[in-house]
Structures are given as structure tokens and as C-alpha cells.
């Protein structure tokens, strides 16, 4: 066996999120449970631990905990890059691409056409099929099927549209120059019409990439369906890079109609509040939810990282992690539908190795203490915590001496802020170095946040999933104290528990 030490970069490997085993990766695509599997296809240099040579890369899970990962499913070649899309189920075989007996997957790519094509520069969308369960793929030999002639249309999400009259085929993609969404229909995932578009809208503080829509009942009543859009942004986010942000509104088949379009201040960065976030972190990006999860349960998985600095975070031979796998749904605040996020049961219920630490009813007192048995460095951090006359409470992560990763509150503030300046290695960009902050609003006094510790991130949960915030950090493997702390005067620990992760 090898030893791992502080310094040795795999050191970083995380225990609870995936990563390629030696290559580069960035967005998830063609997620889709099929046949009793979760697929996980993203984009991967085969050939490297930068972007580059971009196809799909691929893994599998029976439980969304354990991937193994799977030959590169869709490879470039001299005419193209394999870009971000989706996989549908084509049960009825309407492609013609399989039989009725054997239904094919379809997956819809954006080809980037490189010098050695006609199509030389534009971004255009492409099939390809899987006759055995989405392990092998042939390319259409009508490729690409839908071409508008733009250099940067891209990252199709399709899905079944069912209304009580018709169901077709709609693809969701984005002209991300233009901060727009264009709605496209099918019958055959071949030929495609226009329906309609989106946008600008909120936050154009950057391009728009990998787009999402789909519905969900609001506060579970499925008489009461909503759908959301999501669209995910570089730079522009409100810690600044790569995020997402989301719309809630109305599909009828043919127009989004949103309701969560704030009309004044576009482009204004002090408006970045007031849009909807799909993660206030600096690393929650291409965002996009798995077909066909059985349940109706609509799950989502980002790429960990930010294309601030995503070619330079430390990690070797692998680069960078997905998220958690997240359920989202529909909650009423103050009557408005919002989206809350939770880990997926499948990961929130990971057992304990060994007996978790508590704490109830206890003060702290103005610094920093230290919880003794609480160290590690896998770990879920469930923490109810009230105001006291502190101006800032919270707990550290990931620590050791003076260093360590701050979730604090600033109840004054009204903002959750995760500081990693003190993280670990911070110097590889300029940029990485942040304290990056949210709103909050606390339950009566108290504050309730959930906290997913791994080895080279912190995922933060808080307001009954409402806020959500994901950051990369990258701490020594020593490093793995566990304290509060209370900032010029005290706080309260209503209760604390930090379950140890395998
Ligand atoms: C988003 C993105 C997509 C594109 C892909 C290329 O991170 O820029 O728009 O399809 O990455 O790797």
C-alpha cells in the first residue's frame, strides 16, 4: 500500500462524490435511470486533467452512493467535440432507431464542429443511439439534426411532453450569447420546429449554459404543478463565476411563462439577490436533473468546480468532483413557490462509523472551541444554533491550529458566509481565496444547517434546504478538527450532531 500524506495531491480523492479515476471532467449529461441503473455520463478529456478533446465520460450506480466508472461512452474525433446534452428513453421507438422490441436510449449532444468539418465553428445538435442499456452508442449518420448555423447554441435537455391531447418530444437548449432558451418540438428526435424562447432574463451577468426544465408539484399537491427552468450562467453568479439560477413559472407545451422574473435592474450586480440561485457557492455548476427516476423524484447533480479556476484546482491525475445527488421540490414561501433541496435520501442516510457527536443546550462562548471527539474529515454536520449577542457563530471544518473552513452566521447580516481563505491551499488562482455569503433568515431565533464534509469539499444546506451553498477546499489530510465559534460575544447550540462518513 501507498501512503497518503498531506502532500500527496490524490489526498484530495473525495469519499462521497464522484470523480474520474485519471481525467479531466465538467458537466454531468445524459443522466438517466435506466434498467435499474443510474447513468452518469459527462463531459471528459479521455486524454488529459484539463479541458480538451471534450467527449462523454461515463459511470454507473444501483444506488447513487457507489459509481463504477465506464469505458468513454461518446468520443470526439477530427470533426467534432462531444458537448453537453441529454438521453431520453425512446420506448416507442419513435427515432426508429431500435425495434419495438428493443427500444432504443437516445442521447441529443451539441457537436462543436472543429476546422476539419464544412461546419467548421458552429454548434449544432446531434443523436446518437445505445441498443444495450446505454453502454455502447453508434453516431446518426444524418448528424447533426438540428443546425441554426450559431456558433453557440448548445447543451440540449430533452424530455417527453405529455398533455391529455398529444405527446412529442421538446428539446430545451440555449443560444448562450443571447441569454436566451429556445424551445424546440419533435415527433421523431430528428426533425425539429421552433415553439418559442426565453430571456434575457434575471441574471445575463454571463453566458447561459445547460438548461433544464421540468415540473413539480408545489408543497406535493399534484394538482398544483409548476414548472421549473433552470439555466446556468458563467461568469455572472453571486459569489462571482459559474452558478445557476432558476425560474418558476408555467410550460403549456409551447411557451414558459415566468413568474420569478425580477423586470427592473437587469445586469445590475446589486440585484444578484434578489434572482433565484440554484447554489449560492462558488462551485455548483451545469446543473441538470436524471430522466425517469422512479418515484417521480426529480434528483440533481452539478459539476463541483467554477471555470474561474478549474484547470488549476490541485488535484492529480483526476480533476474535478460532481455534487452530492440532490432531490429537489416546490415549497410556498411566503406564497411563493420556491425550490428547496435536500441530499438524496440515498447519501442523507449513509450510516454513522462509529457513534455519532452530540451536543445540546450549550453556550459558547465568545472564540473558538474545539469539540474533541467530533474530528474528521467525511462527515455530515447536522447544527441548530441560535443568536446570542455574537455578531458571528458558526462552525469550522476541515481545521487544524488557526486554520480550517468557517460557516458562519451574521445574524445582523442576515447572510450565511463560508469562509475558505484559511481552507488549505488556496494559491494556486487568485480567485480561489473567498468568503462567500447567502441569505438567511432564522426560524424564529435559531438557525438549522446541514453540512456535507468531504476531502476536498464542503456542501451547505441551510434554511430547510432553501439556501444552498457548495464549495471546493482543499485542506491537508491532517487537517480535520471540528469547532464552534462565536465572534464578539456568545451563541447557543440548540443541538449539534456530526455523524462520521465512511
Ligand atoms: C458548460 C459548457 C457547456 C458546453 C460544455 C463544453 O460548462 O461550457 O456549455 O457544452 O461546457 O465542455
Not at 443560444?175 to 441574471?203: C, I, M, T
Not at 471527539?373 to 487544524?400: K, P, W
Not at 442576515?414 to 480567485?431: A, K, L, N, P
Request: negative net charge; hydrophobic residues 35%; contains cysteine.
Amino acid at each position: 500500500m501507498t501512503a497518503v500524506t498531506a502532500t500527496t495531491p490524490d489526498a484530495f480523492r473525495p469519499a462521497m462524490h464522484y470523480a474520474a479515476r485519471s481525467t479531466w471532467l465538467n458537466d454531468p449529461n445524459g443522466l438517466i435511470f435506466h434498467e435499474g441503473i443510474y447513468h452518469l455520463y459527462y463531459q471528459n478529456n479521455p486524454e488529459g486533467n484539463v479541458w480538451g478533446n471534450m467527449s462523454w465520460g461515463h459511470a454507473t450506480s444501483t444506488d447513487l452512493v457507489t459509481w463504477v466508472e465506464q469505458p468513454v461512452a461518446i468520443a470526439y474525433d477530427e470533426l467534432e467535440d462531444i458537448y453537453s446534452g441529454s438521453i431520453v428513453f425512446d420506448r416507442y421507438n419513435t427515432s426508429g432507431f431500435g425495434t419495438e422490441a428493443r427500444p432504443p436510449l437516445v442521447a441529443v449532444y451539441t457537436s462543436a464542429f472543429k476546422p476539419a468539418s464544412e461546419l467548421s465553428g458552429v454548434q449544432a445538435q446531434s443523436l446518437a443511439y445505445s441498443l444495450d442499456g446505454g453502454y455502447t452508442w453508434t453516431k446518426y449518420a444524418g448528424n447533426p439534426v438540428l443546425n441554426r448555423g450559431s456558433s453557440e447554441f448548445r447543451d440540449p435537455k430533452v424530455f417527453r411532453f405529455e398533455s391529455d391531447a398529444e405527446s412529442y418530444w421538446i428539446m430545451v437548449a440555449v443560444e448562450a450569447l443571447d441569454f436566451k432558451v429556445v424551445f424546440y418540438s419533435s415527433l421523431d428526435l430528428k426533425k425539429w420546429e421552433l415553439l418559442s424562447s426565453f430571456g434575457p432574463a434575471n441574471a445575463t451577468g454571463g453566458v447561459w449554459e445547460c438548461p433544464d426544465l421540468f415540473p413539480l408539484p408545489v408543497d406535493g399537491d399534484p394538482e398544483n404543478l409548476k414548472w421549473v427552468l433552470t439555466i446556468n450562467l458563467n461568469p455572472g453568479g453571486p459569489n462571482s463565476g459559474s452558478a445557476g439560477q432558476y425560474f418558476v413559472g408555467d410550460f403549456d407545451g409551447v411557451t414558459f411563462t415566468s413568474s420569478s422574473t425580477v423586470t427592473e435592474g437587469l445586469q445590475a450586480p446589486d440585484r444578484l439577490g434578489d434572482y433565484q440561485w440554484l447554489d449560492w457557492g462558488r462551485d455548483y455548476y451545469a446543473a441538470v436533473s436524471f430522466s425517469d427516476v422512479p418515484d417521480g423524484r426529480r434528483l440533481m447533480i452539478a459539476w463541483m468546480n467554477n471555470w474561474q479556476y478549474a484547470n488549476e484546482i490541485p488535484t492529480s491525475p483526476w480533476r474535478s468532483p460532481m455534487s452530492l445527488i440532490r432531490e429537489v421540490s416546490l415549497q410556498s414561501v411566503d406564497g411563493t413557490p420556491r425550490l428547496v433541496q435536500h441530499v438524496a435520501r440515498e447519501l442523507a442516510s449513509l450510516p454513522s462509523v462509529h457513534p455519532p457527536f452530540t451536543a445540546d443546550d450549550t453556550e459558547i462562548a465568545e472564540g473558538k472551541h474545539l469539540l474533541d471527539s467530533a474530528a474528521g474529515s467525511v462527515q455530515r454536520i447536522e447544527a441548530s444554533l441560535s443568536t446570542g449577542t455574537a455578531e458571528e457563530f458558526g462552525v469550522i471544518v476541515r481545521g487544524e491550529g488557526t486554520r480550517g473552513t468557517r460557516i458562519g452566521i451574521r445574524p445582523a447580516e442576515g447572510r450565511i458566509v463560508v469562509d475558505r481563505r484559511e481552507s488549505g491551499q488556496t494559491g494556486f488562482h487568485e480567485s480561489f481565496a473567498s468568503t462567500d455569503a447567502a441569505p438567511i433568515q432564522p426560524t424564529g431565533n435559531s438557525y438549522e444547517v446541514t453540512i456535507y464534509v468531504d476531502h476536498c469539499s464542503v456542501e451547505v444546506f441551510a434554511q430547510g434546504g432553501q439556501i444552498t451553498l457548495s464549495e471546493l477546499i482543499f485542506p491537508a489530510s491532517t487537517s480535520t478538527d471540528v469547532s464552534v465559534y462565536a465572534c464578539g460575544g456568545t451563541a447557543t447550540i440548540n443541538s449539534l450532531k456530526v455523524t462520521q462518513l465512511a
